[in-house]
């Protein structure tokens, strides 16, 4: 049925963008493992309830042809059902990987709806357990949506199989979200604090967003996949060591981290400030807390590094710039680039996530869970730093360059080195002061 609901700012750019490139694939995903065999009838039931329990996924906004409004139609709770296909075929994990990276970058296009697929993979040994897969374009889920799904399902699934309650708690849909953003934004001025916020970062990076502090090498001028790395730089305890040394002069675990990053980039490049762009979360109330949608703004994040006089110095100038940042965050970046007159992109973003409480997160290792995500042809470098109920998880992604790869890598090798020194003894050593 037709929808009047208007998108959020974020997914309105996102499905414009997606109407005017030829072929963009950005997708977010899951895999993780479900003990026992395989029920297939049970499993599309689940996928129902759950397409049911989440109302984004059932609502799709487009540009028709020749319209400059998007429009939105959403389908009511218990009109979806899902239908699947089933390929029989034995082949090797690699050949698994290629499949399913297709699979997902056909099937989960803005332009279209459903922009969201599941497979499940069997092994030969069936009774011990199956590996169920999600991808869904970008403009419906955020990465702290992702790790919402795999409990969600696992619940649901058990209770088609044995009929016990999932125990899941209800949510509020994405839908009304961009309704009250819209409505929100609406009132703002455009001399609002977030502009002067964005402004200053722009005017002292020369009309442009920081980009990575250390030397990318020639990059391709052609669309180029990206590469990625992943790397565990702290165990629990180390975690909680390096969280209770932040608290012991004050500040969060991010603005230790943040600061540790500050000190890699002077040591390794000579850079006098750190500047990046940071993720934040817009679920401001408790009903969008397990709903699954596109719930981010960014907001930059600048602090100097000389002067400093300790290293709790530096994490407090990186904890002011997050407080700042806070507030920022929640004017979309879209209408700020409004306000400013142009809307650039972000060349560097560092992007931290607390789930060590998300439901179900200690049940991660026995589930074999992950997060996946489609490939990127961008010349721009992400770095999510992500603490977890096993430690601290750092993934990025990056030009696909062997300079850029080794710069990204020694990059973050030295934040391992800094964050283990300072929870050795509780401090890190500031870069020496540069000499002219």
Not at 139 to 147: E, N
Not at 252 to 275: M, Q
Not at 294 to 307: D, L, Q, Y
Request: glycine share 8%.
């Amino acid at each position: 049925m037709t929808d009047a609901r208007p998108t959020s700012f974020v997914q309105e750019s996102r499905l414009r963008e997606a109407h005017t490139v030829a072929k963009h694939e950005s997708w977010l995903g899951t895999a993780f493992e479900i003990a026992g065999r395989l029920d297939p009838e049970a499993f599309g039931r689940a996928l129902n309830t759950w397409i049911d329990r989440h109302e984004g996924l059932r609502s799709h906004a487009g540009l028709p042809p020749g319209a400059d409004e998007l429009r939105r139609r959403t389908v009511v709770p218990g009109r979806v059902r899902v239908d699947s296909q089933r390929h029989g075929y034995r082949t090797s994990g690699a050949e698994n990987c290629d499949r399913l990276q297709a699979l997902f970058d056909g099937c989960t296009s803005p332009t279209s709806w459903p922009a969201f697929a599941f497979a499940t993979v069997e092994p030969p040994d069936r009774d011990r357990a199956f590996t169920v897969y999600f991808a869904a374009d970008h403009a419906l889920v955020d990465g702290y949506s992702v790790v919402l799904v795999a409990q969600e399902i696992e619940a649901l699934y058990r209770a088609e199989r044995g009929g016990v309650d999932p125990a899941l708690f209800p949510v509020g849909s994405y839908l009304d979200f961009g309704a009250r953003e819209r409505a929100r934004v609406g009132d703002l001025p455009f001399d609002h604090p977030a502009v002067a916020l964005w402004r200053g970062v722009l005017d002292r990076c020369a009309g442009k967003l920081p980009e990575f502090p250390l030397d990318l090498g020639e990059l391709p001028d052609h669309p180029a996949a990206q590469r990625g790395l992943s790397a565990w730089v702290l165990d629990r305890d180390g975690a909680d060591a390096f969280a209770v040394m932040c608290r012991k002069i004050g500040h969060g675990f991010f603005a230790g981290t943040l600061a540790c990053l500050a000190i890699a980039g002077t040591e390794l490049a000579g850079a006098d400030r750190f500047d990046a762009v940071t993720p934040m979360h817009t679920r401001d109330e408790p009903s969008w807390s397990g709903s699954i949608g596109w719930f981010v703004g960014i907001s930059p994040v600048s602090f100097g590094v000389r002067g400093a006089g300790s290293f709790a110095d530096l994490v407090r100038r990186a904890s002011v710039q997050i407080a700042a940042a806070k507030p920022a965050s929640q004017v979309p970046f879209e209408w700020v680039g409004a306000a400013l007159g142009s809307v650039p992109l972000p060349r560097f973003v560092v992007s931290y996530m607390d789930i060590r409480f998300v439901p179900a997160a200690t049940e991660w290792p026995d589930w074999n869970a992950r997060a996946l995500r489609s490939k990127q042809y961008t010349n721009d470098v992400y770095i999510w730093v992500n603490r977890t109920p096993q430690g601290v998880n750092i993934a990025a992604r990056f030009p696909a360059t062997d300079t850029a790869t080794a710069a990204v890598h020694q990059y973050v090798a030295r934040l391992r080195s800094l964050m283990e020194e300072a929870v050795g003894t509780g401090t890190c050593t500031l870069p020496a002061p540069a000499t002219r």
